[in-house]
């Protein structure tokens, strides 16, 4: 993680960039890195979370990606992680 950190966190905010861009309720409301190698993002809109998830995984090829839809309309978990 360490070593692609930075262009990981490229990828994130490119990507809120564009779907702010597209709709401006699409945002980032903050990032948390909660443990070493660890990051933690919180969206205003459940689609950009998966976006963002998904991007990921096609820029960084190797990982596992899990989207975990919740019930009614609370928060969607979207994981990404490679070993």
Do not use: Y
């Not at 993680?1 to 903050?30: C, G, P, S, W, Y």
């Not at 070493?36 to 976006?51: C, H, R, S, Y």
């Amino acid at each position: 993680f360490t070593e692609h950190k930075e262009e990981i966190l490229n990828t994130i905010h490119n990507t809120a960039k564009q779907a702010e861009e597209r709709d401006v309720l699409n945002r980032i409301e903050r990032i948390d890195e909660t443990n070493p190698g660890e990051l933690v993002i919180f969206t205003t809109q459940n689609k950009l979370a998966m976006e963002i998830g998904k991007k990921i995984n096609d820029a960084f090829k190797g990982g596992d990606l899990n989207i975990t839809f919740s019930k009614d309309d609370m928060p969607v978990d979207v994981t990404w992680h490679r070993d």
